[in-house]
């Protein structure tokens, strides 16, 4: 019986060394909540949840948020705005943040035509979907909707190049975004007339 309580006390005496030396361990390397709190903050992200932009684009922001596009996020498009967001002038976007280009690459990386894609998925060809033309000439993003560009109203025959007429400052001004093309390039959006001339 001496020999058991022996060996209890001993094991007792090793598992109270072994524990001081584990907690000296534990409080140097182990948890600590405020420290790694702050730590993972640091790590965490910075975004604006695309609500924060109703504030100041309203115009942009109501019809995306009833347009088939409400699931994708602002940022998916305009980049990180969470600095853009913090602003506090009210000219932000000429402030010192600058928002992403939005190219017509953001796009096609979920609507050109791809093996697997759902049909009912809008994706298109992009070699024969008005090739040449930028999405943003015929389609609003924030609506995702599209106009067609106008069929060409009047002859053909005997006309000097289409940008004679056709500049944003001509005879018949142009949206902005057009930029002097050859005549190929216009027909590729703008349909002849029927009568082909």
Known sequence: M???AALVAGLAVVLFV???????????????PA???????A???AYADSTVCQHCHQPEYGPWVASPHHTVVCESCHGPLAAHAAETSPNAPAGSVVLATVSDAICVACHQQATGRPA?????????HYAGASCLWCHDPHDATAVRPPDIPHSLARLPACV???????????????????????RTCHARPANGQ
């Open 2 to 4: 001496a020999a058991g």
């Open 18 to 32: 072994l524990g001081a030396a584990f907690s000296a361990l534990y409080g140097e390397y182990g948890s600590h």
């Open 35 to 41: 420290e790694n709190a702050r730590s993972w903050a």
């Open 43 to 45: 790590l965490t992200p």
């Open 120 to 128: 009912a998925f809008p994706h298109v060809d992009l070699a024969q």
């Open 164 to 186: 004679t007429c056709h500049t944003p400052a001509g005879l018949k001004p142009v949206p902005v975004g057009h930029v002097a093309s050859a005549d190929a390039v216009c």
